[in-house]
C-alpha cells in the first residue's frame, strides 16, 4: 500500500520503504526511520537504531500507552537520542489509558 501511495504523489525518487528484520538492517543511509506499534522486539530494534542510525537522523516509534514506560527507559539510557516530541492518542470516543503514544526522536 505504501509503495501505491508513493507513486500516486510521484515521489518514487524521494521516499524508499523496506520492510525487514530491524534488529539487524543497516540504518546507517536513512535520514527518517519510522518504527510502528506492531514492530517486534521493539527494544532490541531501538538498541540497534540507536547505535547505529547516522549523527541527525530522525526516528519515529509509536507504541500502545500501557508499553511506553520501557520506551521512555530505552530513550533515557542513551543521552544522544534527544526527544523532539511525543504525542499521546486517544482512540475517540474512549480516554484514560487506551490509546497509544508517537515518539519523534532525533540522534544528536
Avoid at 29 to 47: A, T, V
Wanted: hydrophobic share 40%; with cysteine; glycine share 2%.
Amino acid at each position: 500500500h505504501a509503495q501505491e501511495v508513493i507513486q500516486r504523489h510521484h515521489l518514487q525518487n524521494r521516499i524508499t520503504v523496506q520492510q525487514a528484520d530491524g534488529t539487524e538492517f543497516p540504518v546507517d543511509d536513512f535520514n527518517l526511520i519510522i518504527i510502528s506499534s506492531c514492530s517486534l522486539p521493539k527494544l532490541q530494534i531501538l538498541e540497534h537504531l540507536f547505535k547505529n542510525a547516522k549523527h541527525q537522523s530522525m526516528i519515529i516509534v509509536r507504541e500502545v500507552r500501557i508499553a511506553i514506560a520501557d520506551i521512555l527507559q530505552c530513550i533515557n539510557a542513551h543521552p544522544e537520542i534527544e526527544i523532539i516530541q511525543q504525542i499521546h492518542h486517544a482512540p475517540f470516543p474512549f480516554y484514560g489509558p487506551l490509546g497509544w503514544d508517537t515518539f519523534y526522536l532525533r540522534k544528536k
